[in-house]
């Protein structure tokens, strides 16, 4: 039987609940020494990684994203302003706000449009282009084109005629047409209106110049983009003289040469002259088209030189255009057609000298063909334009 003194030693290890809590040994005085084991935890850097990598992936995803994003938008938008014919521009993004860089000669306002027309942009400053100033934030121009006013040469003075919006616009616009027919006095009736709109001093010089060619009796009267002469031409060739001394001086405008020539017979047995010239030859058009024929160019021209001395407001000479077309199509496509091809007729006259008071044009569709639509060669006569003369 074993002493009661003589005990076993405690195995080293676990203390059976799988953690480690430490080990115990007995030394030479019979005494137990406990060793105790502890597991160390994370440090408190290893937190912050865990926490701050994930934080700056998606940091630089988005910025990559983002850059993604602003690359697309910049090449989109140079892209579409070189489709619409705006070279030399520069485009830059913060996000979907744009930044575009003109130059000179570029129209900001029409950039603008384009770059935030693109898919993704939210906005576009311009700066550059023709108006100097970032588009859509600089202060709108007063509008100082598109006044109305007239000149008329009275012996050595011109008479100026016309409405504008205050006094002190009234003395710019009496001294710009001081300046245009210089040595000539100005014989001033222009008047004060609210709401008028002044015109610009490169209209009262083109003015000035037009006026070279007019005589006493005669007027050019500017309405912003038209321009109007009237009165009385001593012949044919002073009426040409004057229309095309005002296109030159209005290279962009609608000059509407409404000068009548003088004399009792000017305009006799025109009608007649007129039928000649367009019996058997009526101006055709392609199948489909409001194109002239070159074809037709010729008697237009004959019928154009005819009218012309006596088309004017005083002349009581009317012109008549009246479109047709063939039977292809619908009825009422073919009204549009012929009311096409005989504005083409009209507009062509006009051009030649015929006074645009006195030209209608009205279409008929496929009504009162002169041939028939069966053949080839019929619908092809029948694709014209008749032009009837009253008075003279």
């Known amino acids: 039987m074993a002493s009661t003194g003589d005990k076993q030693p405690r195995a080293a290890g676990g203390t059976g609940d799988g953690t480690s809590s430490g080990s115990r040994t007995t030394n030479d005085s019979g005494q137990e020494t406990l060793t105790r084991r502890a597991r160390r935890g994370l440090g408190g850097w290893w937190w912050l990684a865990l926490v701050a990598v994930p934080v700056l992936l998606a940091l630089i995803a988005g910025l990559v994203t983002r850059g993604g994003i602003q690359d697309d938008l910049k090449s989109a938008s140079e892209k579409a302003l070189q489709n619409k014919g705006v070279n030399g521009a520069k485009v830059d993004f913060s996000g979907r706000d744009g930044t575009v860089t003109l130059p000179a000669n570029a129209d900001a306002k029409q950039a603008k449009a384009i770059v935030e027309n693109v898919d993704g942009v939210r906005v576009a400053d311009v700066k550059g282009g023709g108006d100097k100033a970032a588009a859509g934030k600089s202060k709108p121009k007063a509008d100082t084109g598109n006044g109305s006013f007239s000149l008329a040469p009275q012996g050595n003075s011109v008479l100026a005629e016309g409405a504008v919006p205050d006094a002190a616009t009234k003395k710019k616009l009496v001294a710009d047409v001081t300046k245009a027919v210089a040595p000539k006095k100005v014989i001033d009736k222009v008047t004060v209106k609210s709401g008028a709109k002044a015109p610009s001093a490169a209209a009262v010089t083109a003015a000035g110049t037009a006026l070279g060619k007019l005589a006493d009796g005669q007027k050019v009267a500017v309405d912003g983009d038209n321009v109007t002469l009237t009165g009385k031409a001593a012949d044919a060739a002073a009426k040409k003289a004057a229309g095309a001394a005002a296109t030159k001086a209005f290279p962009k405008a609608t000059v ?49 030189k005819a009218l012309e001395k006596c088309s004017g407001a005083d002349a009581g000479v009317k012109v008549q255009v009246a479109g047709y077309t063939d039977n292809t199509g619908t009825k009422s496509g073919n009204v549009t057609l012929s009311q096409n091809r005989a504005a083409a007729v009209r507009k062509y006259l006009v051009g030649k000298g015929v006074n645009a008071g006195s030209v209608t044009a009205k279409g008929f569709g496929q009504a009162d063909p002169v041939a028939s639509n069966n053949t080839t060669a019929g619908k092809a006569a029948n694709r014209r334009v008749e032009i009837t003369v009253q008075g003279g």
Request: neutral net charge; aromatic residues 6%; contains cysteine.
């Open 256 to 304: 509407d040469n409404q000068l009548t020539v003088s004399g009792a017979n000017a305009c006799s047995g025109v009608n007649t002259t007129v039928a000649g010239y367009l019996k058997g030859h009526q101006p055709t058009f392609a199948n489909a088209s409001a194109t002239l024929n070159p074809s037709s160019f010729a008697t237009l021209d004959k019928v154009a």
